[in-house]
């Protein structure tokens, strides 16, 4: 069955430094992928898809993932976090043919001034 | 504006009392489906329909009861809520054709004591 990985629980960084979470997949063929953020007291929101094409793909508020087949990984990247960065991040998949999102247990993001 | 509502956002209830959770898009989705969120196991869905009239099991249905009587319309009811219902609700909604975007509500905190 697929499965996403999300190694790390929480991570903390500092205002303006770079930031890289970290996403496994297991799935038979190319999934569909996603990355959704998760303000507190908020719903979920979509950042960035990957869906076929350019492995690297940009999203919203500065966000970028890059897609690593031979890895099976799906890492969420941004060059300089702000502090409205603060959140829990989610990584998912959907298989083909399905509309079923499966989903990494997800990592909190810290932001220190 | 485009958007998954969900009502109540919180609720407090006693086990054994019978609730609806109800779901709405404005999006002429076809496609609704129902998560939960608890710490430390990310998102797991709990049904979903992929249009009018149909409905299926997601990962973890035990407990809950949905409908789809209209296309804009998914409640969520729980006949006989236990302790272990406790936690976050998501509704979600998407075109239904394959690598498109779910769109999330605001997520409803039930409480089951």
């Known amino acids: 069955a697929q499965s996403v990985t999300q190694p790390d629980i929480h991570i903390t960084v500092s205002e303006g430094a770079s930031l890289e979470l970290r996403c496994n997949y297991s799935?038979?063929?190319?999934?569909?992928l996603f990355w959704y953020v998760q303000s507190p007291g908020q719903g979920l929101q979509l950042l960035l898809k990957?869906?076929?094409?350019?492995?690297l793909v940009q999203g919203i508020k500065g966000f970028e993932a890059e897609f690593k087949r031979s890895q099976s990984s799906f890492n969420l990247r941004k060059p300089s976090v702000h502090w409205s960065d603060a959140a829990e991040y989610f990584c998912?998949?959907?298989?083909?043919?399905?509309?079923?999102?499966?989903f990494g247990k997800g990592t909190k993001l810290t932001v220190n001034p | 504006e485009a958007q998954v509502t969900q009502n109540p956002r919180y609720l407090i209830t006693v086990t054994g009392k019978k609730l609806t959770v109800t779901c709405s898009q404005n999006?002429?989705?076809?496609?609704m489906s129902w998560y939960r969120q608890d710490p430390g196991l990310g998102l797991r869905q709990i049904y979903y329909?992929?249009?009018?009239?149909?409905?299926d099991k997601g990962d973890v249905p035990e407990g809950y009861k949905v409908s789809r009587k209209e296309k804009r319309n998914f409640p969520l009811i729980l006949e006989s809520p236990s302790p272990n219902q406790t936690s976050l609700y998501f509704c979600?909604?998407?075109?239904?054709?394959?690598?498109?975007?779910?769109?999330f509500g605001q997520g409803t905190r039930l409480t089951v004591v």
């Open positions: 979600a909604s998407s075109p239904g054709r394959m690598n498109t975007e779910a769109f």
């Open positions: 799935y038979g063929a190319t999934p569909y």
């Open positions: 990957y869906f076929s094409g350019d492995t």
């Open positions: 998912a998949l959907t298989q083909g043919g399905s509309e079923k999102l499966v």
């Open positions: 999006m002429n989705h076809e496609y």
């Open positions: 329909s992929m249009n009018v009239e149909v409905t």
